[in-house]
């Protein structure tokens, strides 16, 4: 049976049936789903920390040698191709898939809890804040974008070079031949699928736990699961509607909201708090994190344990995250990235989310830090709470709180969105218009395993949270490597037939030459002269 003739693929049927399960059980026994959950991620730190570090950071090395190598020569897609997107707007995609919920979350609340705990120095000094600033900038640098980068990569590569169906499994091709076509295809498309899930279910959870807090800080509402169970219902609602009707323009819309509104409380914050001061520690714990780099990229503290703790809580949940993360924000940026030059889009993709990160935690990390110190009952609050508490000392706090609040509920809801496409399409061969049913399907899945981790995290609904993304990046990130080794196969193959050198080649260029003036109309799969040089 063709796959155009075939109802549900065997990705969706597998990929359902096991997170219906999964969701079924926290349901049903939340304290023992919490528990197993707990336990795994917990050997998964201890036993297997190393290879995190050290599969995250050959990955950005990976990507620098991409933009010296004569393979950043190659086009993601035909050699006649241009890019389908302006060099600006593709920018502002690559800031709006940079932006989430984690940056408005954890934009105070991650650089105050490094203040109070840091990795190495003492608690509450300025020691200790320098630290604070240089370890979230280093959670949300290269790093995750390295991750994001290659699998996109991977994946424009082979869709718009190579013509292969959008589904992960389909760039590993040059390992497994046409075994990608088969049962081995659908088991790399499940672990895709479930780290996608996982990783987003991980976002929505967060964003539940601030608009929670933001609702209670505005409103009074009480910060419990079930107003967390009220919120998530009617935030899927609204996003399951759009996945149904397929108002792709409402969600365009929300997305430049979105940007407006980050820019704008950004540029307050900046100008409310201590601007000086801000500007002095960006450019101190930007050189602080180029400067420590590799060591902090490879280091995982095996003989001192408050650093080893550290890791744990924070670095190593930090690269599940990121990894299971992938596939959604991979799919998302490939899409728009057609055209462009390998190298471009490596040297994009790197700096621009690195340097937008930088500046924005150092904006609300700094002014929170500031904050918290003249009001030290802050420090001892939950992460989702600490940003309004902030935003409470502040002038105008009310406002800046609101717009928070309807920045967060609105990342919820694209990022729902988003997701549900990106899930349905990688359930649906591949398709670029996959079912509306499908779409709801997965977005009642999302939501419910979001409540599940929310429901069996305890009174720190992170713990869930944070175990559930260790867990899922675990596997998926073997499906990773093979992407990167499969597509380095691939490309430089390629870039060995068309000559692509460091140094010209002559000889190449002339018999370039020839070939097109001899075929004038002939479409080759051969790089245009500017691109070859």
């Given at each position: 049976?063709?796959?155009?003739?075939?109802?549900?693929?065997?990705?969706?049927?597998?990929?359902?049936?096991?997170?219906?399960?999964?969701?079924?059980?926290?349901?049903?026994?939340?304290?023992?789903?919490?528990?197993?959950?707990?336990?795994?991620?917990?050997?998964?730190?201890?036993?297997?920390?190393?290879?995190?570090?050290?599969?995250?950071?050959?990955?950005?090395?990976?990507?620098?040698?991409?933009?010296?190598?004569?393979?950043?020569?190659?086009?993601?897609?035909?050699?006649?191709?241009?890019?389908?997107?302006?060099?600006?707007?593709?920018?502002?995609?690559?800031?709006?898939?940079?932006?989430?919920?984690?940056?408005?979350?954890?934009?105070?609340?991650?650089?105050?809890?490094?203040?109070?705990?840091?990795?190495?120095?003492?608690?509450?000094?300025?020691?200790?804040?320098?630290?604070?600033?240089?370890?979230?900038?280093?959670?949300?640098?290269?790093?995750?974008?390295?991750?994001?980068?290659?699998?996109?990569?991977?994946?424009?590569?082979?869709?718009?070079?190579?013509?292969?169906?959008?589904?992960?499994?389909?760039?590993?091709?040059?390992?497994?031949?046409?075994?990608?076509?088969?049962?081995?295809?659908?088991?790399?498309?499940?672990?895709?699928?479930?780290?996608?899930?996982?990783?987003?279910?991980?976002?929505?959870?967060?964003?539940?736990?601030?608009?929670?807090?933001?609702?209670?800080?505005?409103?009074?509402?009480?910060?419990?699961?079930?107003?967390?169970?009220?919120?998530?219902?009617?935030?899927?609602?609204?996003?399951?509607?759009?996945?149904?009707?397929?108002?792709?323009?409402?969600?365009?819309?929300?997305?430049?909201?979105?940007?407006?509104?980050?820019?704008?409380?950004?540029?307050?914050?900046?100008?409310?708090?201590?601007?000086?001061?801000?500007?002095?520690?960006?450019?101190?714990?930007?050189?602080?994190y180029l400067d420590t780099f590799l060591f902090n990229s490879f280091d995982v503290s095996p003989l001192f344990e408050q650093k080893k703790d550290w890791l744990a809580d924070w670095t190593i949940y930090y690269w599940g995250w990121w990894i299971s993360w992938?596939?959604?924000?991979?799919?998302?940026?490939?899409?728009?990235?057609?055209?462009?030059?390998?190298?471009?889009?490596?040297?994009?993709?790197?700096?621009?989310?690195?340097?937008?990160?930088?500046?924005?935690?150092?904006?609300?990390?700094?002014?929170?830090?500031?904050?918290?110190?003249?009001?030290?009952?802050?420090?001892?609050?939950?992460?989702?709470?600490?940003?309004?508490?902030?935003?409470?000392?502040?002038?105008?706090?009310?406002?800046?709180?609101?717009?928070?609040?309807?920045?967060?509920?609105?990342?919820?809801?694209?990022?729902?969105?988003?997701?549900?496409?990106?899930?349905?399409?990688?359930?649906?061969?591949?398709?670029?218009?996959?079912?509306?049913?499908?779409?709801?399907?997965?977005?009642?899945?999302?939501?419910?395993?979001?409540?599940?981790?929310?429901?069996?995290?305890?009174?720190?609904?992170?713990?869930?949270?944070?175990?559930?993304?260790?867990?899922?990046?675990?596997?998926?990130?073997?499906?990773?490597?093979?992407?990167?080794?499969?597509?380095?196969?691939?490309?430089?193959?390629?870039?060995?037939?068309?000559?692509?050198?460091?140094?010209?080649?002559?000889?190449?260029?002339?018999?370039?030459?020839?070939?097109?003036?001899?075929?004038?109309?002939?479409?080759?799969?051969?790089?245009?002269?500017?691109?070859?040089?």
């Amino acid at each position: 049976m063709s796959k155009g003739t075939r109802k549900f693929s065997p990705v969706f049927t597998y990929a359902t049936i096991f997170v219906f399960i999964m969701v079924l059980f926290g349901i049903i026994m939340p304290d023992q789903f919490g528990e197993i959950t707990g336990n795994i991620s917990g050997w998964i730190t201890d036993k297997f920390g190393w290879y995190y570090m050290i599969t995250m950071t050959f990955i950005v090395l990976f990507c620098i040698f991409l933009v010296f190598s004569p393979i950043g020569k190659l086009k993601l897609g035909k050699p006649n191709d241009e890019p389908e997107f302006n060099t600006i707007s593709w920018l502002a995609m690559l800031f709006s898939a940079g932006m989430g919920i984690g940056l408005v979350f954890y934009g105070a609340a991650e650089p105050i809890s490094h203040f109070v705990a840091p990795p190495n120095a003492d608690p509450e000094t300025k020691q200790a804040m320098m630290e604070s600033m240089r370890s979230t900038i280093f959670h949300y640098g290269f790093h995750p974008w390295a991750m994001y980068g290659i699998v996109a990569l991977s994946l424009a590569y082979f869709q718009f070079r190579k013509n292969e169906d959008g589904l992960l499994s389909k760039t590993l091709r040059p390992l497994f031949g046409d075994k990608v076509d088969g049962p081995l295809g659908t088991v790399v498309d499940v672990l895709a699928v479930f780290a996608t899930v996982v990783g987003v279910a991980v976002s929505l959870g967060v964003g539940t736990l601030q608009i929670n807090a933001g609702l209670n800080y505005l409103f009074g509402l009480p910060q419990n699961i079930w107003i967390q169970m009220v919120i998530i219902i009617v935030v899927t609602a609204l996003f399951l509607l759009s996945a149904w009707t397929g108002l792709s323009r409402g969600i365009q819309y929300l997305s430049n909201i979105n940007m407006v509104l980050a820019g704008i409380l950004l540029v307050l914050v900046f100008t409310i708090g201590p601007s000086i001061l801000i500007l002095n520690m960006m450019t101190t714990s930007t050189g602080m994190y180029l400067d420590t780099f590799l060591f902090n990229s490879f280091d995982v503290s095996p003989l001192f344990e408050q650093k080893k703790d550290w890791l744990a809580d924070w670095t190593i949940y930090y690269w599940g995250w990121w990894i299971s993360w992938s596939p959604f924000v991979g799919i998302f940026i490939a899409r728009v990235s057609k055209g462009r030059s390998i190298r471009e889009f490596i040297i994009a993709v790197l700096l621009v989310p690195s340097v937008i990160a930088a500046i924005w935690f150092n904006v609300f990390g700094t002014t929170g830090i500031q904050v918290a110190q003249e009001t030290e009952s802050i420090l001892g609050l939950p992460p989702e709470t600490q940003l309004f508490a902030i935003f409470n000392e502040l002038p105008i706090g009310a406002l800046l709180s609101f717009i928070a609040l309807l920045l967060v509920t609105i990342f919820f809801i694209t990022s729902a969105d988003s997701a549900t496409f990106v899930l349905g399409t990688q359930t649906s061969f591949g398709s670029l218009h996959p079912k509306s049913g499908v779409k709801v399907i997965w977005g009642v899945l999302l939501s419910s395993i979001a409540f599940v981790l929310l429901l069996t995290g305890g009174e720190s609904g992170l713990d869930a949270l944070q175990a559930a993304a260790i867990i899922s990046a675990f596997p998926f990130s073997i499906v990773v490597i093979l992407m990167l080794i499969s597509f380095f196969k691939d490309a430089n193959l390629e870039r060995k037939s068309l000559g692509l050198t460091i140094t010209p080649d002559p000889e190449k260029f002339e018999e370039y030459i020839e070939h097109v003036e001899e075929n004038p109309d002939e479409d080759m799969d051969r790089e245009e002269p500017d691109n070859v040089f």
